[in-house]
């Protein structure tokens, strides 16, 4: 550095007659010793600062390899602290500031000043605070629309703003995303390390709040770049424009923009070609994957807004390309397929034109049945519970080989995620379709002399709720039981006489804890809802002779029955029940300190709890008539007592001790 600044300023004190004074050789020789040796003399760059000033006066052309020389040196990081401690740092800002602000700025003036002030503020930040004053960052964002100077401008704003979101916020303000766009816009870029500044540049500047700025073809422009470019973008680059992209689609200004202009093949296009990329090592391959998933998300995203349902038919080109991907061997495609069209497949008409002519749901079987990933599983899984959604689908959708297929899916030790999703796609297939409720009841094998001849699909249902820890799980296969008890007892009246019986005895005969799951629904605390569908269910269940048998016997559970117990007589029963049943006091009960607990309630919830007595109330009657003559005296009296509701004249204590007492003597 010293020797380049002692021949540019000799140059200086030749043409312009500069003076400074005797003996200013030696110092900068010195100097230039001193600083080899790992010294940084900040009062030799102030003495430098003040010749500077003078060859800025002097328009000297002797300036500019001043100056190079400070940037050259500014690269070593021990200069960088000195640069800003002895004014040069400032100088050269207030030099840029000067010469931009002239009608006519050259390039060649700006360049060394845009150099050095970059490389000092590269992991500085005391230097950075100095850059990011208020009058700077619009002047230097400004630069970026200069051709010439833009290679030196994106790098330069890199370093000031890389690992600092201080300097990233000042920036982002002054307007650099939509800067930014037009350098990708005007520009004739070739992928390097440029490019990648800008993609780094562009990640953090399309914050949600400074958006507002970018006009609506910005994410067209970003996009098509990323298109034009692929071939020669690495990953990083790509996962980068990508996360600027998904930026962009957070709003609905450029949701709209992206979906009618078509580009949602970009991003399509960009999945493929990821795919080329296959003989990258490991770490390039881990990107590569969050790059396909992220786009993946991006792309499920916007197929779920109706301008995305509105623009793009079944039957249109980039929904065929979807379908097409349904059948591909890669994971992430046929991911991305799924959910896309299981958005899409959010109307009646779509759901029927999918299942009932293109016969979408046949290959989501197949897909679910090679379970290659589990991932590709429940993408399936989503969608074809989508499209089971219709009445005039769930027969197609529901056959005997799709419920073959789903309960394969239950013997696994899977991700609890896909078995909730299994069951709840079976659920769905069994709402209000009793043909679908009887293929699941249907023999696990034809042959009368098998083992599996006395199991059925819905066993192995029984059997998950029995091993699954995932209370989730649980639910939902208790709401599947709720479903069926449902569905039997609405078509009752469309079935041939003696079906609804056939149905029910198969239903009880062959699965003695049918009942089970629907007792868990009245004992969790977590979603009243689920409770009083449990309290439904079982009612339903009691209607029949063999119901009210498997009834009777989770009765037997002290927490079930003290669950009972609470939700028709409204008082605690000390520990006996769920948390929120003993805490489910019913209107009339007073505490000692007089005041009614349910005076602290919503009229919503006591509605629920009203509702819920009643379905209680409606068990314990028809248990009465179906098993009174069965059960101990002492089971029936208790029965009996629960039937006069909240006003009974056994307490919950009561009926709890005796309902023990009973079970010690069985």
């Not at 208020?134 to 704003?157: A, F, N, R, W």
Request: include cysteine.
């Amino acid at each position: 550095m010293f020797a380049a600044l002692r021949a540019a300023f000799q140059h200086a004190v030749e043409t312009h007659h500069l003076e400074l004074g005797s003996g200013w050789q030696e110092r900068l020789r010195q100097a230039d010793e001193d600083s080899r040796r790992g010294t940084r003399d900040v009062e030799i760059l102030m003495w430098i600062r003040t010749v500077l000033e003078q060859l800025h006066y002097l328009e000297s052309a002797d300036l500019i390899d001043a100056m190079n020389a400070l940037a050259d040196a500014s690269r070593d990081v021990s200069w960088r602290s000195p640069m800003e401690q002895s004014g040069l740092l400032e100088f050269s800002l207030e030099f840029f500031l000067d010469v931009s602000a002239s009608p006519n700025p050259i390039g060649d003036l700006l360049r060394p000043a845009l150099r050095l002030i970059g490389n000092s503020c590269a992991d500085n930040d005391v230097n950075r605070e100095v850059v990011i004053s208020p009058e700077y960052p619009p002047v230097i964002i400004g630069h970026l629309h200069d051709s010439k100077l833009t290679p030196i401008t994106i790098p330069v704003i890199h370093n000031i703003c890389n690992n600092y979101e201080r300097a990233q916020h000042v920036f982002r303000i002054h307007g650099l995303c939509p800067a930014l766009v037009d350098v990708l816009k005007d520009s004739d870029l070739q992928p390097g390390p440029l490019v990648s500044s800008i993609c780094t540049l562009l990640e953090f500047s399309s914050q949600q709040s400074d958006l507002a700025q970018c006009p609506e073809y910005s994410l067209q422009i970003i996009l098509q770049f990323m298109q034009e470019q692929k071939q020669a973008l690495d990953p990083s680059d790509m996962l980068q424009l990508i996360s600027t992209a998904n930026a962009f689609l957070q709003q609905q200004r450029f949701q709209m923009h992206f979906v009618e202009q078509g580009l949602v093949n970009h991003l399509l296009d960009a999945i493929i070609h990821s795919y080329t990329y296959e003989n990258e090592g490991p770490e390039a391959q881990e990107e590569l994957s969050f790059l396909r998933s992220s786009i993946t998300r991006l792309l499920s995203d916007v197929s779920a807004t109706t301008v995305f349902a509105n623009k793009y038919s079944v039957e249109s080109p980039v929904i065929a390309s979807l379908i097409h991907w349904l059948s591909d061997t890669r994971d992430q495609m046929r991911i991305c397929s799924c959910l896309m069209l299981g958005n899409l497949a959010r109307s009646d008409a779509v759901c029927l034109n999918m299942v009932r002519r293109l016969r979408l749901h046949e290959r989501l079987l197949q897909m679910m049945r090679d379970q290659t990933s589990m991932q590709v599983v429940y993408a399936a899984l989503g969608f074809l519970r989508n499209l089971a959604l219709p009445a005039e689908n769930k027969a197609m959708v529901g056959t005997l080989q799709s419920i073959e297929v789903i309960s394969s899916l239950w013997s696994l030790n899977l991700n609890p995620q896909v078995q909730h999703a299994s069951v709840s796609l079976l659920r769905q297939i069994l709402n209000g379709c009793i043909g679908n409720v009887r293929w699941l009841l249907e023999p696990l094998s034809p042959d009368p002399d098998s083992p599996a001849h006395e199991k059925t699909y819905l066993s192995l249902l029984l059997l998950l709720f029995g091993r699954t820890d995932d209370v989730s799980t649980k639910v939902e296969i208790g709401r599947t039981v709720a479903t069926i008890c449902r569905c039997i007892a609405t078509s009752s009246q469309g079935l041939p006489q003696g079906s609804t019986s056939a149905i029910l005895h198969r239903l009880y005969a062959m699965h003695a804890d049918i009942a089970r799951p629907l007792a868990m629904m009245t004992t969790q605390s977590r979603f009243p809802i689920i409770r009083s569908e449990g309290w439904f269910a079982l009612a339903l269940m009691a209607r029949s002779k063999e119901g009210s048998a498997a009834v009777s016997e989770v009765l037997h559970q002290m927490e079930v029955f003290g669950a009972l117990v609470t939700t028709i007589t409204g008082q605690s029963t000390n520990g006996h029940g769920s948390p929120s049943a003993q805490q489910r006091s019913n209107t009339g009960n007073t505490s000692r300190s007089g005041s009614n607990s349910s005076d602290t309630r919503s009229e919503q919830e006591r509605e629920m709890q009203a509702k819920d007595r009643e379905n209680a109330l409606v068990l314990v009657n028809e248990l009465l008539k179906n098993t009174g003559d069965e059960v101990s005296v002492i089971r029936r009296s208790i029965l009996e007592d629960l039937m006069h509701g909240p006003q009974s004249p056994a307490g919950a204590q009561e009926l709890m001790t005796r309902a023990e007492s009973e079970d010690r003597a069985e």
